[in-house]
Structure formats: structure tokens, C-alpha cells
């Protein structure tokens, strides 16, 4: 069984442009959540996906939007990338969303921004 | 808002011994703290839950305790192995449905054979 897929592994973008990140959730999961993780810190909580519908966003500027469609996977778009945005972008599945069924992570998308 | 601290500094033990590691937290007590390994280059993987009215728990080589009085949770690996060599994270879920993680920095573990 197929773990959670990011795409791509590894990107290169330069300061102004847009990026788009894709997931993939584990088959059967209907929720998707987003992280940024910075060299040397733990991941930060960016948005949660729950059949299609936002159930949580964390404290990152509206450049940050995502969605999901209805096989599930997601999408994290950043605009106007900043160097700031450099970092590990990571996505988790889960069952239903809530704590109780727990979350699988993927091994994310390395996004450097110059 | 909480504050998540793991001790900055690598941890280096003795292949065998136990490896405790700290995770403090200011403010409100959460209901919910799990741990989670982290490797180089991949995600985190999830290796205990706890919940705020549980004072221990336990998985096969790994005991996680929790001390709401404190603010703190220790996470023991027994009989450390090299294998055990990763990046270990605490978190925090909150939120209406406990769905956001809030994440501390992480502590590095170095089992020496």
C-alpha cells in the first residue's frame, strides 16, 4: 500500500514567483494537512483539508492557499515566494482529520527560494 | 500562545543505555501530546500518544510520561540501539477537532555501538 506521495521532491524557485505542491494522501484517508518546516525547527501547522473543506489554518500570510479535490490529494500554492519561504514542505493523511486515528507523513517537498 | 521547548543540544548515549528526552510546554496543559521520529530528509513518523489524564504509557522499548503539574513530558527509549539514532519531536494537538500540531524544535539522539 502506497504511503503518502509529495511531488515534486526537490524545487528551485527565485523570490516573486508562484509554486505549486502536490499530495497525495494514503488510500481511504479524506483528510490532508499542510506544514512548513524551517533547517532546525520542528514543523508549523499551515492548513488542514477535510473533504474538500478547510477545518484549521495556522498563522501564515494569505500568499499560502491550498485546496483539495475529491479523489483527496491537495494542492499548497505559495505566491510571491520570499527567501523566508525555504524549507521542508511536508503533508499528513489522515482517516477522518481528528487526533484519534492518527497521521501519516510524507517525506515532503524541499522547496529553496533565491 | 504555547511554547514548545526540546533541549537544543544533541543527546549522546551509550548503545544499551536509556535515552530520556524533555519536552516542556508553557501556559495551558494540552489533552493531547504525542512523539514523533524524524529521520534525515523524510517526514516525521509517529510513535506515542498520550492523553492529559494518563501519567504513562508504554510501546514495545519506549515510555512516554506525562506531568501536567510540571508541564513536562519525558520520552525513554530503553536499550537504546544505533537504529534509534534520529531527531525526536514532541507535539502538541489543539484546536476544535485537535487537528493542528504545534511541533517543538526536536532533540538529536546519537546511539554510540
Known amino acids: 500500500d502506497a504511503g503518502v506521495t509529495q511531488s515534486p521532491t526537490h524545487l528551485i524557485k527565485t523570490r516573486g514567483q508562484q509554486v505549486t505542491l502536490r499530495c497525495s494522501p494514503i488510500s481511504g484517508h479524506k483528510s490532508v494537512s499542510w506544514y512548513q518546516q524551517v533547517l532546525g525547527q520542528g514543523p508549523q501547522f499551515i492548513f488542514q483539508?477535510?473533504?474538500?473543506?478547510?477545518?484549521g489554518r495556522g498563522n501564515f500570510p494569505d500568499r499560502f492557499s491550498a485546496r483539495q479535490f475529491p479523489n483527496y490529494s491537495s494542492e499548497l500554492n505559495v505566491n510571491a515566494l520570499l527567501l523566508g519561504d525555504s524549507a521542508l514542505y511536508l503533508c499528513?493523511?489522515?482517516?477522518?482529520?481528528?487526533?484519534?486515528?492518527?497521521?501519516?507523513f510524507g517525506s515532503g517537498t524541499r522547496l529553496t527560494v533565491v | 500562545s504555547q511554547k514548545i521547548e526540546q533541549n537544543s543540544e544533541a543527546l549522546n548515549i551509550q548503545e544499551g543505555k536509556t535515552a530520556t528526552l524533555t519536552c516542556n510546554y508553557t501556559n495551558y496543559s494540552p489533552a493531547y501530546l504525542q512523539w514523533y521520529r524524524q529521520d534525515p530528509g523524510r517526514g516525521p513518523v509517529f510513535l506515542l500518544l498520550i492523553r492529559e489524564n494518563e501519567k504513562e504509557k508504554r510501546k514495545e522499548r519506549l515510555k512516554v510520561t506525562f506531568d501536567t503539574t510540571l508541564k513536562q513530558s519525558l520520552f525513554h527509549i530503553t536499550a537504546s540501539q544505533p537504529a534509534d539514532s534520529a531527531t525526536y519531536l514532541c507535539?502538541?494537538?489543539?484546536?476544535?477537532?485537535?487537528?493542528?500540531?504545534?511541533f517543538g524544535s526536536g532533540t538529536k539522539l546519537n546511539v554510540k555501538p
Open positions: 483539508y477535510y473533504e474538500k473543506e478547510e477545518r
Open positions: 499528513a493523511s489522515s482517516l477522518t482529520g481528528g487526533l484519534g486515528y492518527g497521521y501519516t
Open positions: 507535539a502538541l494537538a489543539q484546536g476544535d477537532n485537535f487537528n493542528k500540531f504545534y
